[in-house]
């Protein structure tokens, strides 16, 4: 075994346990912070394929960027996780049904035969001029145009469910609604002083008093 490919099949064992632990991860930070370490392990694995502007943009734009900001959110949004773990099991089947049925998808296509997974055969036979980041925006936008914008659709909606998130009604007593804080002036409800007399507590002694006995 070469060392190229011990480190892919490391890469991947890590990648398959960052993804398990972001599904199962029970703290939704938690979830997060593996979904990064899955993110940054792909990157890992673009760039031993020598697909660097795909690791790079990897890290970058997702880890850098999207992540970063469901991070914050959800930090923000302080999710009951008992309420939605109600409708987990309710819904388990039909997420184990879709599993398996895109792993058998994915295992069919790269055991048929007309698969040719290495469109340029060897890497090493790659002219020195080549640049990958041409022929991936020529196939973007030519041969995967419409898997593109299905992909583009997909993320709209992430971010319309984000928003839903952050208007939805939450039963958790300490949340505080942002308008009712924006409302609040200086002049009204932020502030009132109220005047109340001084109360002195004296202390009671407890000790007896032996004077009278001496005398």
Same mark, same amino acid.
């Given at each position: 075994?070469?060392?190229?490919?011990?480190?892919?099949?490391?890469?991947?064992?890590?990648?398959?346990?960052?993804?398990?632990?972001?599904?199962?991860?029970?703290?939704?930070?938690?979830?997060?912070?593996?979904?990064?370490?899955?993110?940054?392990?792909?990157?890992?694995?673009?760039?031993?394929?020598?697909?660097?502007?795909?690791?790079?943009?990897?890290?970058?734009?997702?880890?850098?960027?999207?992540?970063?900001?469901? #991070?914050?959110?959800?930090?923000?949004?302080?999710?009951?996780?008992?309420?939605?773990?109600?409708?987990?099991?309710?819904?388990?089947?039909?997420?184990?049904?879709?599993?398996?049925?895109?792993?058998?998808? #994915?295992?069919?296509?790269?055991?048929?035969?007309?698969?040719?997974?290495?469109?340029?055969?060897?890497?090493?036979?790659?002219?020195?001029?080549?640049?990958?980041?041409?022929?991936?925006?020529?196939?973007?936008?030519?041969?995967?145009?419409?898997?593109?914008?299905?992909?583009?659709?997909?993320?709209?909606?992430?971010?319309?469910?984000?928003?839903?998130?952050?208007?939805?009604?939450?039963?958790?007593?300490?949340?505080?609604?942002?308008?009712?804080?924006?409302?609040?002036?200086?002049?009204?409800?932020?502030?009132?002083?109220?005047?109340?007399?001084?109360?002195?507590?004296?202390?009671?002694?407890?000790?007896?008093?032996?004077?009278?006995?001496?005398?």
């Amino acid at each position: 075994m070469t060392f190229q490919l011990a480190l892919f099949y490391f890469i991947a064992a890590v990648i398959l346990f960052g993804a398990l632990k972001t599904v199962t991860a029970k703290n939704p930070v938690h979830a997060s912070l593996y979904l990064v370490l899955t993110f940054c392990m792909s990157a890992m694995m673009w760039l031993l394929m020598q697909a660097e502007f795909l690791g790079i943009t990897l890290v970058v734009v997702y880890v850098g960027a999207v992540m970063v900001l469901f #991070l914050f959110v959800v930090m923000m949004l302080n999710i009951d996780v008992e309420e939605m773990r109600k409708g987990f099991w309710r819904n388990a089947p039909a997420a184990f049904t879709v599993g398996v049925l895109m792993a058998l998808v #994915l295992i069919a296509v790269l055991l048929a035969p007309d698969t040719n997974l290495s469109v340029y055969g060897d890497m090493k036979t790659i002219p020195a001029d080549y640049s990958n980041v041409r022929d991936l925006g020529k196939q973007l936008y030519t041969t995967y145009l419409l898997q593109f914008e299905l992909a583009a659709v997909l993320l709209v909606l992430g971010m319309v469910a984000a928003i839903a998130l952050v208007h939805r009604k939450s039963t958790n007593e300490k949340y505080i609604n942002p308008a009712d804080q924006v409302k609040v002036n200086a002049a009204e409800g932020r502030l009132r002083m109220v005047k109340m007399a001084a109360e002195v507590q004296v202390p009671k002694n407890t000790q007896p008093d032996n004077t009278e006995n001496q005398a």
